[in-house]
């Protein structure tokens, strides 16, 4: 798919791989509109590249059918949609003293997975809304290395992450009659707030992991594997790593 003037909706795009993805898109002629659910960071992203800002909370679905009205209104049948919003925190299944984490594990799953899910399922109804000759859209999501090398703690995160790699086969089957293909990027340990905030003796370690290049990824290297997929036609229905070789460990 051409990136100029096409139309892109970014989730997470407040910060880290979603305000990456937002500027490198937008380098290459994409019209942007950045959800997020800070709408401060939503709206501070739009400005710098040129586009619109929306706070949403994507497990919403009420809120997310909005939104999306709202930002085909003002620019149009959207194009393409790369979902970063998500979260990620750890706890063991049985903690300590019994303590179990169902909660936490819900509330993983309807972020990351379901809150995935209702973007791709509206913004793939705004694809199909008109006739289209070739390619109707893209739909990138982010599943993570986790879903096949989850360590100890990652129960939660693991699974939803699965589900979110598991989700591009059937959906892009299922999308193929419109145009639209689907494709998941599955990054290892990259550059983000939270690693940002890792003591340096830390990072310094997990970097020593790395094989190739041995350093942590950059935020416009997975926004630049995003710009690939989109711009190459045969890229469907797959989960792509984006980890320099690295396999995590079991803890």
């Known amino acids: 798919m051409e990136l100029a003037n096409a139309h892109a909706v970014i989730t997470g795009g407040g910060s880290g791989l979603g305000a990456a993805t937002a500027h490198r898109l937008a380098a290459a ?15 501070a992203t739009a400005e710098a590249v040129g586009g619109q800002g929306y706070g949403v909370d994507v497990c919403d679905e009420e809120a ?23 979260i990620g925190r750890a706890a063991r299944i049985v903690g ?21 899910y209702i973007m791709m399922s509206y913004i793939a109804r705004e694809m199909m ?24 703690g990652q129960a939660a ?3 939803s992450k699965g589900g979110i790699a598991a989700l591009s086969l059937p959906a892009a089957r299922e999308f193929s009659t419109a145009g ?20 340096d003796d830390v990072r310094t370690a997990i970097s020593a992991q790395i094989p190739y290049p041995r350093r942590l990824g950059l935020a416009d290297e997975y926004a630049r594997l995003a710009e690939q997929i989109i711009t190459n036609p045969y890229l469907n229905g797959t989960t792509i790593r984006l980890d320099g070789a690295m ?3 079991p803890r």
């Open 247 to 249: 396999r995590l460990p």
């Open 64 to 86: 997310v059918a909005a939104r999306v009205s709202q930002l085909s209104a003002a620019q149009g049948r959207p194009r393409i949609l790369v979902n970063c919003a998500g």
């Open 129 to 152: 809304s008109e006739p289209q000759e070739g390619e109707a859209g893209v739909i990138i999501n982010t599943a993570s290395v986790a879903y096949q090398d989850g360590q100890l």
């Open 29 to 43: 002629g994409a019209r942007i509109s950045v959800l997020d659910r800070d709408a401060a960071s939503a709206q």
């Open 180 to 199: 639209i293909r689907v494709v998941a990027i599955a990054p290892g340990l990259f550059e983000t707030a939270m690693t940002q905030t890792l003591p």
């Open 96 to 116: 300590k003293e019994g303590k179990l984490s169902v909660d936490l594990f819900q509330q993983t799953i309807t972020v990351n997975l379901i809150g995935s």
């Open 157 to 159: 995160y693991a699974a």
